[in-house]
């Protein structure tokens, strides 16, 4: 069974930075994307970044240049490096691993940042 768990989270004023991890455990086939998505209180989850057959890198236009999706195969492990916050980017972060037959969820790790 697949399983993510999402950590890096925290508290940061506005310009700060953070980097979150996913690690992902078990094992399904024909997975070949891996995304970040967050959800702010009282808004829908959105799509941050994803990263297609661990090489295309595509991005929301609201991170874009600040953000970065990247992993380490060897770990299994996603990252999403995040620079220059601003508190519109508070929100639960979730990272997604995307399979043909089924999507899989971690729990979330919290950002705030404080202007």
């Known amino acids: 069974q697949v399983k993510l768990v999402e950590s890096g989270g925290g508290s940061v004023q506005a310009g700060g930075s953070l980097r979150l991890s996913c690690a992902v455990s078990?094992?399904?086939?024909?997975?070949?994307?891996m995304s970040w998505h967050r959800q702010a209180p009282g808004k829908e989850r959105e799509f941050i970044a994803v990263?297609?057959?661990?090489?295309?890198?595509t991005y929301a236009d609201s991170v874009k240049g600040r953000f970065t999706i990247s992993q380490d195969n060897a770990k299994n492990i996603l990252y999403l490096q995040m620079l220059s916050l601003k508190p519109e980017d508070t929100a639960m972060y979730y990272c997604?691993?995307?399979?043909?037959?089924?999507?899989?969820w971690g729990q979330g790790t919290q950002v705030t940042v404080s202007s």
């Open positions: 990263l297609s057959s661990g090489v295309i890198a």
């Open positions: 997604k691993k995307t399979c043909r037959i089924n999507n899989y």
């Open positions: 078990g094992y399904s086939s024909d997975c070949y994307v």
